[in-house]
């Protein structure tokens, strides 16, 4: 506290990030980083665009990475006017919540879920009102039949994994016609079908994704939304009411070249998968119940043992996952796919407990 602050600042309660630890050998499985890497052709075009042009502002608009994204989604019809880009989706959600779900009524959102949204709700002020996952950690469409001023979800959901297959998604557009509905999909190309492929039905769906994932470029700081061009004209306001800049000439460039490399991309997803596979197998095999995940990470707790104790444990022996002090989850623990080597790390942390 300080008088200098704003009143606001006061009250803030700021999200916390995983975190980086600045040890090195660590097995970092605690922010779902992609363990397979950027495509070597994005590096390339980033080592190209570092030249005497840097002293030149970037192009506000990111019109190539908007038309490198249309055309990706070129099969659901999707234009580079109803693509917003930001830096990273936090910044695309911060736009969001503050142009498209600050209205009279609350906004809905599961009570376990991203913890940035009731970060944004504060920072914005916005009213919002948590919706209980199902017993099975499940979102239920029919939950989301009650007045509101807009709903957002991650799909897969996190931290728990769990994806809502996209006739339920449309049960909820449907229900809610005056209320914009944000699909958060920052996990879903590991094995979810992209709510992308509604936009052009629904003009109150706005989807946001992110790079930082599937893509393998947290550190490029690259997200986007993509909706009725109303509601980007909406996301364009804001942004250029806050920061007319927010990818720099480095990140359009490696973001253009990500989503040319689909064979990289596919590859990763799919070698992701795989290893999901295979760590779940493993942890049912000692025990633990894993819920059924679609994501680049599974969500886990043994009957006998407290999560924050494995967590501790697993540090111990060089592993880090996530472990959340929050009611309902207190028990689970959220660890990242990693590379076949940091799962077996993990794996043989768990078994010598
Ligand atoms: C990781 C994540 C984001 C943020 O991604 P950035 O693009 O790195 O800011 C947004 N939503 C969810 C649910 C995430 O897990």
């Given at each position: 506290?300080?008088?200098?602050?704003?009143?606001?600042?006061?009250?803030?309660?700021?999200?916390?990030?995983?975190?980086?630890?600045?040890?090195?050998?660590?097995?970092?499985?605690?922010?779902?980083?992609?363990?397979?890497?950027?495509?070597?052709?994005?590096?390339?075009?980033?080592?190209?665009?570092?030249?005497?042009?840097?002293?030149?502002?970037?192009?506000?608009?990111?019109?190539?990475?908007?038309?490198?994204?249309?055309?990706?989604?070129?099969?659901?019809?999707?234009?580079?006017?109803?693509?917003?880009?930001?830096?990273?989706?936090d910044e695309v959600l911060a736009h969001i919540f503050q142009g498209l779900l600050k209205h009279?009524?609350?906004?809905?959102?599961?009570?376990?879920?991203?913890?940035?949204?009731?970060?944004?709700?504060?920072?914005?002020?916005?009213?919002?009102?948590?919706?209980?996952?199902?017993?099975?950690?499940?979102i239920n469409p029919e939950d989301y039949k009650r007045p509101n001023g807009g709903i957002i979800?991650?799909?897969?959901?996190?931290?728990?994994?769990?994806?809502?297959?996209?006739?339920?998604?449309?049960?909820?557009?449907?229900?809610?016609?005056?209320?914009?509905?944000?699909?958060?999909?920052?996990?879903?190309?590991?094995?979810?079908?992209?709510?992308?492929?509604?936009?052009?039905?629904?003009?109150?769906?706005?989807?946001?994704?992110?790079?930082?994932?599937?893509?393998?470029?947290?550190?490029?700081?690259?997200?986007?939304?993509?909706g009725n061009e109303e509601l980007i004209e909406a996301l364009n306001r804001v942004k250029d009411?806050?920061?007319?800049?927010?990818?720099?000439?480095?990140?359009?460039?490696?973001?253009?070249?990500?989503?040319?490399?689909?064979?990289?991309?596919?590859?990763?997803?799919?070698?992701?998968?795989?290893?999901?596979?295979?760590?779940?197998?493993?942890?049912?095999?000692?025990?633990?119940?894993?819920?059924?995940?679609?994501?680049?990470?599974?969500?886990?707790?043994?009957?006998?043992?407290?999560?924050?104790?494995?967590?501790?444990?697993?540090?111990?022996?060089?592993?880090?996952?996530?472990?959340?002090?929050?009611?309902?989850?207190?028990?689970?623990?959220?660890?990242?796919?990693?590379?076949?080597?940091?799962?077996?790390?993990?794996?043989?942390?768990?078994?010598?407990?």
């Amino acid at each position: 506290m300080s008088r200098y602050w704003s009143p606001l600042v006061s009250e803030l309660q700021p999200y916390v990030p995983g975190e980086q630890p600045k040890m090195a050998n660590l097995v970092k499985l605690n922010t779902n980083e992609n363990p397979f890497g950027p495509s070597p052709k994005v590096i390339e075009a980033i080592q190209k665009e570092l030249n005497d042009n840097l002293r030149l502002y970037p192009d506000p608009e990111g019109l190539a990475l908007k038309e490198a994204i249309a055309s990706y989604h070129v099969d659901f019809g999707i234009e580079a006017n109803q693509v917003f880009v930001g830096n990273g989706s936090d910044e695309v959600l911060a736009h969001i919540f503050q142009g498209l779900l600050k209205h009279d009524k609350p906004i809905l959102f599961p009570d376990i879920s991203y913890s940035f949204y009731p970060v944004y709700c504060g920072l914005y002020q916005i009213e919002s009102k948590v919706i209980p996952l199902t017993d099975s950690f499940e979102i239920n469409p029919e939950d989301y039949k009650r007045p509101n001023g807009g709903i957002i979800f991650p799909n897969p959901n996190a931290p728990t994994g769990r994806y809502l297959g996209l006739q339920h998604v449309e049960e909820i557009l449907q229900a809610n016609p005056d209320s914009v509905v944000v699909v958060d999909e920052a996990y879903v190309d590991f094995g979810g079908d992209t709510a992308i492929r509604l936009v052009s039905q629904y003009p109150n769906l706005l989807v946001c994704q992110t790079l930082s994932k599937a893509r393998s470029l947290a550190g490029l700081r690259v997200g986007f939304a993509v909706g009725n061009e109303e509601l980007i004209e909406a996301l364009n306001r804001v942004k250029d009411s806050f920061n007319s800049y927010p990818l720099d000439r480095l990140a359009l460039a490696g973001a253009v070249a990500a989503f040319e490399d689909k064979q990289w991309f596919e590859d990763s997803c799919n070698g992701v998968i795989r290893e999901r596979k295979r760590v779940t197998e493993e942890l049912e095999r000692l025990g633990f119940e894993v819920l059924p995940s679609k994501a680049n990470f599974v969500f886990a707790r043994h009957p006998d043992h407290e999560g924050s104790d494995v967590a501790a444990k697993l540090r111990e022996q060089g592993v880090i996952v996530r472990h959340f002090n929050k009611p309902r989850i207190s028990d689970f623990l959220r660890i990242t796919i990693g590379t076949s080597d940091q799962n077996n790390a993990l794996i043989k942390g768990l078994d010598s407990l």
